[in-house]
T-cell receptor, first 117, second 113 residues
Framework: GESVGLHLPTLSVQEGDNSIINCAYS??????FIWYKQESGKGPQFIID?????DKRQGQRVTVLLNKTVKHLSLQIAATQPGDSAVYFC????????????????FGKGTHLIIQP | NAGVMQNPRHLVRRRGQEARLRCSPM?????VYWYRQLPEEGLKFMVY????????ESGMPKERFSAEFPKEGPSILRIQQVVRGDSAAYFC???????????FGQGTRLTVV
């Protein structure tokens, strides 16, 4: 089964407000996480990543927070704009040791961010 | 540096035909991943390949599906004897090395009629 999931399938925010999208993961061996944005009809777009030796990482208007104690990841988008409307996925990579394994990204179902004018 | 290129963008096949989906990774990327996505759902991992090697195919159906990443040329996802349930968007991603951010192509939307 999937080890990464999202709490809310849809998040509606006012334009200009900050958005917070949450993600829970269950595999404590996961040590690298990525947020992707997927607009309708397009492929996922890399937004920001974080490794487990960090608890916060900032990009342009986005911040990712990692809480390893409760296995929780969040994406904060500052001053949300209409162009931020998309489905957001968190994904994890787990080191399974020598010999490979399921090193592919594991995705949750996604959160649909809707921007209201 | 061109991104991950997938073709065709749209593919229509009749039941029983074969579908071939191609993926050219970003320049310098030797790791390729294939994912399947149904409408309103997340991406399901299918297979992870490096040049000439399948590293992990745990997400691939046991029958009719195969993937390759030859020394020269694109990675190919092949679906034989397609059925309606194969209709989905298939995405390819590539990364320069293991455990780094993967970049996705625009996908191939397969419709089986």
């Amino acid at each position: 089964g999937e080890s990464v999931g999202l709490h809310l399938p849809t998040l509606s925010v006012q334009e200009g407000d900050n958005s917070i999208i949450n993600c829970a993961y269950s595999n404590s061996a996961s040590d690298y996480f990525i947020w992707y944005k997927q607009e309708s009809g397009k492929g996922p777009q890399f937004i920001i990543d974080i490794r487990s030796n960090m608890d916060k990482r900032q990009g342009q208007r986005v911040t990712v927070l990692l809480n390893k104690t409760v296995k929780h990841l969040s994406l904060q988008i500052a001053a949300t704009q209409p162009g931020d409307s998309a489905v957001y996925f968190c994904a994890e990579i787990t080191a399974t040791g020598a010999g490979g394994g399921a090193d592919g990204l594991t995705f949750g179902k996604g959160t649909h961010l809707i921007i209201q004018p | 540096n061109a991104g991950v290129m997938q073709n065709p963008r749209h593919l229509v096949r009749r039941r029983g035909q074969e579908a071939r989906l191609r993926c050219s990774p970003m320049k310098g990327h030797s790791h390729v991943y294939w994912y399947r996505q149904l409408p309103e759902e997340g991406l399901k991992f299918m297979v992870y390949l490096q040049k000439e090697n399948i590293i992990d195919e745990s997400g691939m159906p046991k029958e009719r599906f195969s993937a390759e990443f030859p020394k020269e040329g694109p990675s190919i996802l092949r679906i034989q004897q397609v059925v309606r349930g194969d209709s989905a968007a298939y995405f390819c991603a590539s990364s320069p090395h293991l455990r780094s951010g993967a970049f996705f192509g625009q996908g191939t939307r397969l419709t089986v009629v």
